[in-house]
Protein backbone atom coordinates (compact mmCIF):
# COMPACT_ATOMS: atom_id res chain seq x y z
CA UNK A 1 0.00 0.00 0.00
CA UNK A 2 1.44 3.12 -1.05
CA UNK A 3 2.25 5.95 1.65
CA UNK A 4 -1.54 7.60 0.68
CA UNK A 5 -3.61 4.65 1.75
CA UNK A 6 -4.26 3.96 -2.04
CA UNK A 7 -4.03 0.05 -3.01
CA UNK A 8 -0.90 -0.66 -5.21
CA UNK A 9 -1.26 -1.94 -8.77
CA UNK A 10 -1.75 -5.74 -8.63
CA UNK A 11 -4.21 -8.33 -9.74
CA UNK A 12 -8.10 -6.93 -10.22
CA UNK A 13 -11.09 -8.94 -8.48
CA UNK A 14 -11.84 -9.73 -11.76
CA UNK A 15 -8.84 -11.58 -11.98
CA UNK A 16 -9.22 -13.67 -9.20
CA UNK A 17 -12.31 -16.58 -8.38
CA UNK A 18 -13.60 -16.24 -4.87
CA UNK A 19 -11.36 -18.63 -3.39
CA UNK A 20 -8.72 -16.77 -4.37
CA UNK A 21 -10.00 -13.55 -3.02
CA UNK A 22 -11.07 -14.80 0.27
CA UNK A 23 -7.40 -16.90 0.97
CA UNK A 24 -6.04 -13.24 0.45
CA UNK A 25 -8.35 -12.22 2.80
CA UNK A 26 -8.33 -14.96 5.58
CA UNK A 27 -4.86 -14.52 7.43
CA UNK A 28 -5.39 -10.46 8.33
CA UNK A 29 -8.52 -11.21 10.20
CA UNK A 30 -8.41 -11.92 14.12
CA UNK A 31 -9.86 -14.49 15.57
CA UNK A 32 -10.94 -13.51 18.81
CA UNK A 33 -11.41 -15.10 22.19
CA UNK A 34 -15.08 -15.62 21.88
CA UNK A 35 -15.11 -17.49 18.52
CA UNK A 36 -15.58 -21.44 18.76
CA UNK A 37 -15.70 -22.13 14.95
CA UNK A 38 -13.62 -19.69 12.60
CA UNK A 39 -14.37 -18.35 8.85
CA UNK A 40 -14.29 -21.53 6.72
CA UNK A 41 -17.31 -23.32 7.58
CA UNK A 42 -21.70 -22.39 6.57
CA UNK A 43 -21.53 -20.03 9.60
CA UNK A 44 -19.12 -19.66 12.21
CA UNK A 45 -20.21 -19.96 16.12
CA UNK A 46 -19.00 -17.50 18.95
CA UNK A 47 -19.79 -17.92 22.70
CA UNK A 48 -22.23 -16.02 24.53
CA UNK A 49 -21.66 -17.25 27.87
CA UNK A 50 -24.08 -14.24 29.45
CA UNK A 51 -27.18 -16.17 27.76
CA UNK A 52 -27.30 -12.95 25.41
CA UNK A 53 -25.72 -10.98 22.94
CA UNK A 54 -25.83 -7.34 21.46
CA UNK A 55 -25.78 -7.30 17.79
CA UNK A 56 -25.87 -4.12 15.62
CA UNK A 57 -25.32 -3.46 11.63
CA UNK A 58 -24.34 -0.59 9.30
CA UNK A 59 -23.46 -0.18 5.99
CA UNK A 60 -20.39 2.20 4.02
CA UNK A 61 -21.31 3.14 0.15
CA UNK A 62 -18.62 4.07 -1.57
CA UNK A 63 -19.13 7.31 -2.98
CA UNK A 64 -21.81 8.30 0.17
CA UNK A 65 -19.74 7.20 3.04
CA UNK A 66 -16.48 7.56 1.24
CA UNK A 67 -14.35 8.27 -1.75
CA UNK A 68 -11.63 5.93 -3.13
CA UNK A 69 -9.65 8.66 -4.27
CA UNK A 70 -9.29 9.67 -0.37
CA UNK A 71 -9.64 6.45 1.49
CA UNK A 72 -7.60 3.08 0.96
CA UNK A 73 -9.22 0.10 2.10
CA UNK A 74 -7.18 -0.29 5.04
CA UNK A 75 -8.85 3.47 6.23
CA UNK A 76 -12.64 2.29 4.99
CA UNK A 77 -11.99 -1.28 7.03
CA UNK A 78 -10.91 0.79 10.28
CA UNK A 79 -13.66 3.02 9.57
CA UNK A 80 -16.30 0.12 9.27
CA UNK A 81 -15.00 -1.51 12.41
CA UNK A 82 -15.32 0.93 14.30
CA UNK A 83 -18.77 2.48 13.98
CA UNK A 84 -20.12 -0.80 14.82
CA UNK A 85 -17.80 -1.33 17.75
CA UNK A 86 -18.63 1.91 19.23
CA UNK A 87 -22.53 1.17 18.88
CA UNK A 88 -21.82 -2.36 20.65
CA UNK A 89 -19.75 0.05 23.47
CA UNK A 90 -22.44 2.40 23.72
CA UNK A 91 -24.68 -0.32 25.17
CA UNK A 92 -22.61 -1.08 27.67
CA UNK A 93 -21.17 -3.72 26.11
CA UNK A 94 -17.95 -5.81 25.30
CA UNK A 95 -17.15 -6.77 21.54
CA UNK A 96 -16.79 -10.10 20.51
CA UNK A 97 -17.14 -10.45 17.14
CA UNK A 98 -18.07 -8.84 13.45
CA UNK A 99 -19.39 -9.86 10.40
CA UNK A 100 -18.43 -8.24 6.84
CA UNK A 101 -20.44 -8.52 3.68
CA UNK A 102 -18.59 -6.82 0.85
CA UNK A 103 -19.90 -5.83 -2.42
CA UNK A 104 -16.94 -4.93 -5.27
CA UNK A 105 -16.76 -3.98 -8.55
CA UNK A 106 -14.12 -6.39 -10.83
CA UNK A 107 -12.13 -3.54 -11.61
CA UNK A 108 -11.60 -2.96 -7.76
CA UNK A 109 -7.59 -3.99 -7.31
CA UNK A 110 -7.66 -7.07 -5.24
CA UNK A 111 -4.71 -5.39 -3.23
CA UNK A 112 -7.62 -2.92 -2.18
CA UNK A 113 -9.82 -5.89 -0.55
CA UNK A 114 -6.68 -7.20 0.79
CA UNK A 115 -5.63 -3.98 2.63
CA UNK A 116 -9.82 -3.58 3.55
CA UNK A 117 -8.85 -6.92 5.91
CA UNK A 118 -5.54 -5.72 7.22
CA UNK A 119 -7.65 -2.88 8.41
CA UNK A 120 -10.39 -4.66 10.50
CA UNK A 121 -7.71 -6.36 11.78
CA UNK A 122 -6.00 -3.08 13.19
CA UNK A 123 -9.38 -1.98 14.68
CA UNK A 124 -10.57 -5.64 15.85
CA UNK A 125 -7.32 -7.53 17.36
CA UNK A 126 -6.10 -4.91 19.83
CA UNK A 127 -9.57 -5.74 21.33
CA UNK A 128 -9.89 -8.76 20.38
CA UNK A 129 -12.55 -8.97 18.33
CA UNK A 130 -12.99 -11.60 16.00
CA UNK A 131 -13.79 -11.25 12.67
CA UNK A 132 -15.71 -14.58 11.82
CA UNK A 133 -17.15 -14.32 8.15
CA UNK A 134 -19.53 -12.91 6.02
CA UNK A 135 -20.10 -12.70 2.27
CA UNK A 136 -18.69 -11.35 -0.63
CA UNK A 137 -20.47 -10.41 -4.34
CA UNK A 138 -20.16 -8.37 -7.31
CA UNK A 139 -21.89 -4.94 -7.83
CA UNK A 140 -21.12 -1.56 -9.70
CA UNK A 141 -19.37 0.05 -6.22
CA UNK A 142 -18.06 -0.74 -2.97
CA UNK A 143 -20.61 -2.12 -0.44
CA UNK A 144 -19.07 -2.56 3.34
CA UNK A 145 -21.80 -4.38 5.44
CA UNK A 146 -20.68 -4.98 9.25
CA UNK A 147 -23.00 -7.24 11.73
CA UNK A 148 -21.39 -6.66 15.29
CA UNK A 149 -22.14 -8.45 18.27
CA UNK A 150 -21.14 -8.00 22.11
CA UNK A 151 -21.09 -9.16 25.72
CA UNK A 152 -23.12 -7.59 28.57
CA UNK A 153 -21.01 -9.69 30.64
CA UNK A 154 -23.82 -10.07 33.24
CA UNK A 155 -24.98 -6.12 33.38
CA UNK A 156 -28.33 -4.60 32.00
CA UNK A 157 -27.92 -2.85 28.63
CA UNK A 158 -27.87 0.76 28.83
CA UNK A 159 -30.44 2.23 26.83
CA UNK A 160 -31.23 5.41 25.45
CA UNK A 161 -34.52 6.21 27.40
CA UNK A 162 -32.85 5.73 31.08
CA UNK A 163 -31.77 9.38 31.45
CA UNK A 164 -33.50 11.22 34.22
CA UNK A 165 -34.05 14.90 35.34
CA UNK A 166 -30.73 15.99 37.24
CA UNK A 167 -28.32 13.60 35.60
CA UNK A 168 -25.32 15.02 34.38
CA UNK A 169 -24.47 14.53 30.95
CA UNK A 170 -21.25 13.28 30.04
CA UNK A 171 -18.78 12.83 26.96
CA UNK A 172 -15.72 11.06 26.12
CA UNK A 173 -14.01 11.44 22.63
CA UNK A 174 -13.33 13.83 20.50
CA UNK A 175 -15.56 15.91 18.81
CA UNK A 176 -15.70 17.67 15.40
CA UNK A 177 -12.56 15.94 13.93
CA UNK A 178 -14.03 13.73 11.16
CA UNK A 179 -15.90 16.45 9.95
CA UNK A 180 -13.23 18.49 9.84
CA UNK A 181 -11.27 16.17 7.86
CA UNK A 182 -14.22 15.53 5.61
CA UNK A 183 -14.16 18.97 4.89
CA UNK A 184 -9.89 19.31 3.74
CA UNK A 185 -10.11 16.37 1.88
CA UNK A 186 -13.45 17.82 -0.20
CA UNK A 187 -11.53 21.27 -0.29
CA UNK A 188 -8.16 18.94 -1.28
CA UNK A 189 -6.40 20.71 1.38
CA UNK A 190 -5.39 17.44 3.44
CA UNK A 191 -2.07 18.67 3.82
CA UNK A 192 -3.61 21.63 6.54
CA UNK A 193 -4.18 19.41 9.05
CA UNK A 194 -2.98 15.25 9.10
CA UNK A 195 -4.22 14.87 12.22
CA UNK A 196 -7.94 15.75 11.46
CA UNK A 197 -7.66 13.83 8.28
CA UNK A 198 -7.05 10.84 9.83
CA UNK A 199 -10.05 11.46 12.21
CA UNK A 200 -12.35 11.31 9.40
CA UNK A 201 -10.67 8.25 7.62
CA UNK A 202 -9.33 6.01 10.72
CA UNK A 203 -11.65 7.53 13.53
CA UNK A 204 -10.86 6.39 17.01
CA UNK A 205 -13.50 5.57 19.20
CA UNK A 206 -13.22 5.44 23.55
CA UNK A 207 -14.54 1.97 23.39
CA UNK A 208 -13.54 -0.04 26.49
CA UNK A 209 -15.21 3.32 28.30
CA UNK A 210 -18.48 2.00 27.10
CA UNK A 211 -18.16 -1.18 29.73
CA UNK A 212 -16.72 1.17 32.08
CA UNK A 213 -19.65 3.34 31.94
CA UNK A 214 -22.20 1.17 32.68
CA UNK A 215 -20.64 -0.41 35.77
CA UNK A 216 -20.28 3.57 36.61
CA UNK A 217 -24.03 3.99 36.90
CA UNK A 218 -24.80 5.39 32.89
CA UNK A 219 -28.29 5.93 32.73
CA UNK A 220 -28.66 6.62 28.87
CA UNK A 221 -25.78 6.16 26.50
CA UNK A 222 -25.53 6.85 22.95
CA UNK A 223 -22.57 6.62 19.98
CA UNK A 224 -22.27 10.23 18.70
CA UNK A 225 -22.42 8.71 14.60
CA UNK A 226 -24.57 11.80 13.63
CA UNK A 227 -23.10 15.00 15.44
CA UNK A 228 -23.39 15.61 19.40
CA UNK A 229 -26.46 18.02 19.42
CA UNK A 230 -28.31 15.54 16.77
CA UNK A 231 -27.55 12.41 19.09
CA UNK A 232 -28.17 14.43 22.70
CA UNK A 233 -31.68 15.24 21.18
CA UNK A 234 -32.39 11.31 20.76
CA UNK A 235 -31.89 10.71 24.10
CA UNK A 236 -33.62 13.40 25.29
CA UNK A 237 -37.02 11.78 23.07
CA UNK A 238 -36.43 8.45 23.95
CA UNK A 239 -35.98 9.44 27.89
CA UNK A 240 -38.99 12.01 27.86
CA UNK A 241 -36.44 14.88 29.50
CA UNK A 242 -34.50 17.74 27.59
CA UNK A 243 -30.36 17.49 27.52
CA UNK A 244 -29.01 20.56 28.41
CA UNK A 245 -25.62 20.91 26.26
CA UNK A 246 -22.80 23.26 27.15
CA UNK A 247 -22.20 25.43 23.98
CA UNK A 248 -19.33 25.36 21.94
CA UNK A 249 -16.29 27.87 23.70
CA UNK A 250 -16.54 25.22 26.31
CA UNK A 251 -14.73 22.47 24.14
CA UNK A 252 -11.51 24.37 24.05
CA UNK A 253 -9.12 21.64 23.37
CA UNK A 254 -11.29 20.70 20.25
CA UNK A 255 -12.15 24.19 19.24
CA UNK A 256 -8.39 24.51 19.24
CA UNK A 257 -6.95 22.29 17.17
CA UNK A 258 -9.68 22.73 14.17
CA UNK A 259 -9.81 26.28 14.14
CA UNK A 260 -6.49 26.44 11.81
CA UNK A 261 -8.56 24.36 9.52
CA UNK A 262 -11.81 26.21 10.15
CA UNK A 263 -10.25 29.59 9.71
CA UNK A 264 -8.43 28.59 6.26
CA UNK A 265 -11.81 27.36 5.26
CA UNK A 266 -14.32 29.68 5.99
CA UNK A 267 -15.95 27.50 8.77
CA UNK A 268 -16.83 27.80 12.20
CA UNK A 269 -15.09 25.05 14.54
CA UNK A 270 -17.99 25.86 16.84
CA UNK A 271 -20.33 23.96 14.66
CA UNK A 272 -17.98 21.05 14.23
CA UNK A 273 -18.11 20.71 17.54
CA UNK A 274 -21.78 20.59 17.98
CA UNK A 275 -22.58 19.25 14.87
CA UNK A 276 -20.21 17.13 13.46
CA UNK A 277 -20.59 13.25 12.75
CA UNK A 278 -18.72 10.26 12.92
CA UNK A 279 -16.23 10.69 15.85
CA UNK A 280 -17.92 7.75 17.51
CA UNK A 281 -17.39 9.74 21.17
CA UNK A 282 -19.81 8.29 23.90
CA UNK A 283 -22.53 10.36 24.95
CA UNK A 284 -23.97 9.37 28.58
CA UNK A 285 -25.96 10.47 31.75
CA UNK A 286 -24.92 9.87 34.79
CA UNK A 287 -26.68 10.26 38.76
CA UNK A 288 -25.55 13.56 39.97
CA UNK A 289 -22.76 12.51 42.32
CA UNK A 290 -21.32 9.59 40.66
CA UNK A 291 -17.39 9.03 39.84
CA UNK A 292 -17.45 9.34 36.37
CA UNK A 293 -14.95 7.00 34.56
CA UNK A 294 -11.58 8.81 33.12
CA UNK A 295 -12.39 9.66 29.89
CA UNK A 296 -15.82 11.52 30.50
CA UNK A 297 -16.24 14.90 30.84
CA UNK A 298 -19.35 16.81 31.82
CA UNK A 299 -20.75 18.63 28.85
CA UNK A 300 -24.36 19.22 30.39
CA UNK A 301 -27.56 18.70 32.62
CA UNK A 302 -30.93 16.73 32.21
CA UNK A 303 -33.93 18.40 32.91
CA UNK A 304 -37.32 18.31 32.73
CA UNK A 305 -39.36 19.79 29.86
CA UNK A 306 -40.18 19.56 26.34
CA UNK A 307 -38.55 16.99 24.99
CA UNK A 308 -35.16 16.92 23.05
CA UNK A 309 -32.02 19.25 22.91
CA UNK A 310 -31.22 22.81 23.78
CA UNK A 311 -27.43 24.37 24.02
CA UNK A 312 -27.06 26.79 26.87
CA UNK A 313 -30.62 26.57 27.48
CA UNK A 314 -31.90 27.67 23.99
CA UNK A 315 -32.80 25.54 20.55
CA UNK A 316 -30.17 24.90 18.69
CA UNK A 317 -30.58 26.94 15.08
CA UNK A 318 -29.17 24.95 11.44
CA UNK A 319 -28.93 21.77 11.05
CA UNK A 320 -28.00 19.71 13.79
CA UNK A 321 -26.14 17.18 12.42
CA UNK A 322 -25.78 14.33 10.24
CA UNK A 323 -28.85 12.56 8.25
CA UNK A 324 -28.56 10.20 5.83
CA UNK A 325 -31.57 11.28 3.77
CA UNK A 326 -31.05 14.80 4.30
Not at 118 to 135: E, K, N, Q, S
Amino acid sequence: MSSNGQSAVGPLVRDLDEDALLARIFPHLPRGAATLVPPGDDAAVVAAPDGRFVVTTDVLVEDRHFRRRWSGGFDVGVRAAVQNLADVAAMGARPTSLVVSLVVPGDLPAQWVEDLARGFGAACAPLDVGVVGGDLSGGPVVVVAVTAHGDLEGREPVLRGGARADDVVAHAGVRGWSAAGWALLEADRADLAPDLVAGYLRPSSPLALGPAAALAGATAMIDVSDGLVRDAGRIGRASAVVLDLVGPAAYGADVAALAPAASALGRDAGDWVMTGGEDHGLLATFPQGVALPDGFRVVGRVRSGVPGVLVEGRAWTGSAGWDHFG
